[in-house]
């Protein structure tokens, strides 16, 4: 049996470009063309109060969860979050990973309007002023701090289906039936 090289897809974004819901759709996508692989929404790997981030915990169950996948079979990982596709953080997980993975990054991106109407949808409880702030500054932080190789895709008036379809095309995933 050969062992398929590891292939690590980050997508990251400011809050309302659509990572999760993008990411849920090129799983849907992938899924219905038989592709094997793996989603992991990288806000849930650390969500805890107080905030456990100073101990590397996403780091550490990204690579509890990944093992476990790669001990299945899994060779491919869809991973969401704002700061993936930061160098820095990007080499925190590839080498949580521990397998040397081929990485994809893409920078999902949409105007301040955009992310503010899709924000208001979202956030129904007491956190949508944090998350607007936090939204304007991460716009900022990523457009200056992405890797210079990371896609980057717009996804205003854009159809989820459409923006999951390119993010697809561009990793090289999608296989003919």
Excluded at 26 to 35: D, E, M, N, P, T
């Amino acid at each position: 049996m050969s062992v398929l090289t590891t292939e690590a897809l980050f997508i990251g974004g400011r809050s309302g470009t659509g990572k999760t819901t993008v990411g849920f759709e090129i799983h849907a996508q992938l899924s219905a063309a038989g592709v094997t692989h793996s989603l992991i929404e990288g806000d849930f790997l650390d969500m805890a109060h107080p905030s456990p981030f100073e101990h590397d915990l996403a780091e550490r169950n990204l690579a509890a969860m990944w093992g476990n996948y790669r001990a299945l079979g899994y060779h491919r990982m869809i991973y969401t979050n704002t700061v993936s596709v930061l160098p820095d953080v990007i080499e925190r997980l590839t080498t949580a990973m521990g397998d040397n993975p081929r990485v994809v990054a893409v920078l999902l991106t949409c105007t301040d309007a955009t992310a503010r109407e899709r924000l208001g949808q979202r956030e129904i409880g007491s956190t949508l002023d944090h998350h607007l702030t936090s939204s304007e500054r991460a716009a900022g932080l990523l457009e200056l701090g992405a890797a210079d190789w990371a896609h980057r895709i717009l996804t205003d008036n854009r159809s989820v289906a459409e923006v999951a379809a390119d993010v697809i095309d561009i990793t090289g995933w999608r296989v003919s039936p």
